[in-house]
Nanobody
Framework: VQLQASGGGLVQAGGSLRLSCAAS????????MGWFRQAPGKEREFIAT????????YYADSVKGRFTISRDNAKNTVHLQMNSLKPEDTAVYYC?????????????????WGQGTQVTVSS
């Protein structure tokens, strides 16, 4: 099982990026998916989660209103649209597949993790 995150890069403050996470090896249409990030010297931080059918989404307060999580179960992918980016959004972003169908902000609820994609926001 592999989760491949992509779409990271360098962007100026106020700009946008769209991260994608493609799953292979098994289907995750019955599992919640999530995005987390980790900045240098900081602990991993929950960003966004989406339930198995996309019906429920939750966001960290720090990104609410700027980031949008979505999924395409037919393509076994999950996306994170990031708008109005700020320098403090700079981090390695990880996608993860949950143990259960319900959306969760807890890292312990996720069983598979991608390798991460770097997002750097310049001021």
């Amino acid at each position: 099982v592999q989760l491949q995150a992509s779409g990271g890069g360098l962007v100026q403050a106020g700009g946008s990026l769209r991260l994608s996470c493609a799953a292979s090896g098994r289907r995750f249409s019955n599992n919640a998916m999530g995005w987390f990030r980790q900045a240098p010297g900081k602990e991993r931080e929950f960003i966004a989660t989406i339930s198995w059918n996309g019906g429920l989404t939750y966001y960290a307060d720090s990104v609410k209103g700027r980031f949008t999580i979505s999924r395409d179960n037919a393509k076994n992918t999950v996306h994170l649209q990031m708008n109005s980016l700020k320098p403090e959004d700079t981090a390695v972003y990880y996608c993860a597949a949950g143990r259960w169908a319900s959306a969760s902000s807890e890292g312990s609820s996720y069983v598979y993790w991608g390798q991460g994609t770097q997002v750097t926001v310049s001021s």
